[in-house]
């Protein structure tokens, strides 16, 4: 199997941030982002990189939780408000099998927290991250400050990734280039 420097981070597309009837929507900027995302997912399997789709997870009534006091309850452990939205639960369904292909639970905003993600990383000798999903100011910001720190590169897709704060989408963006020192493609 071909070893490649890159993956493609799959960060919460899922049915309560992305679908209008999401119970923590980012609307109709997210729903755009559904063909862009999954045609990328699609690349990156066709040219053998590692794909790691990160998916929130919790559990109802757990106030134990700090997300608890900021946001209502989603991504609940068994709900379809936790599938992956429109084709890209298709899509991961048709690639789950891959030994290239992972899926994660997390249970923060960062994917590095609480995951093997970066063993899973370190493994493969991967030193590029890609960044797709949701929110641009939240999950995709956390997690790419954390790649970061552990000394990855990172990429994010500006036709993949959103926020239901704009002003938070566009910071991301800016802090990416001017203080990760990552690029936006
Ligand atoms: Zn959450």
């Not at 757990?62 to 068994?78: M, R, V």
Request: glycine share 8%.
């Amino acid at each position: 199997m071909k070893i490649s420097k890159r993956a493609l981070l799959n960060i919460d597309y899922s049915n309560d941030f992305v679908a209008s009837d999401g119970t923590l929507t980012c609307g109709p900027v997210a729903q755009e982002l559904h063909d862009y995302i999954v045609k990328t997912t699609l690349n990156f399997n066709e040219a053998g990189d590692y794909i790691a789709f990160l998916v929130d997870l919790h559990h109802e009534g757990d106030k134990l939780h700090p997300e608890s006091k900021l946001f209502p309850d989603h991504n609940i452990e068994g709900t379809d408000g936790r599938k992956l939205y429109g084709k890209l639960e298709d899509t991961y369904q048709a690639l789950k099998e891959n030994p290239n292909v992972d899926y994660f639970d997390k249970t923060r905003y960062s994917a590095f927290v609480g995951t093997n993600l970066e063993l899973k990383l370190r493994e493969r000798e991967i030193t590029e991250v890609h960044l797709v999903g949701v929110c641009s100011d939240i999950c995709i910001l956390h997690t790419a400050i954390d790649a970061f720190n552990r000394g990855f590169d990172v990429v994010v897709h500006e036709n993949g990734v959103a926020s239901f704060n704009q002003a938070g989408h566009d910071f991301t963006l800016d802090h990416v280039v001017e203080v990760l020192g990552g690029h936006v493609i």
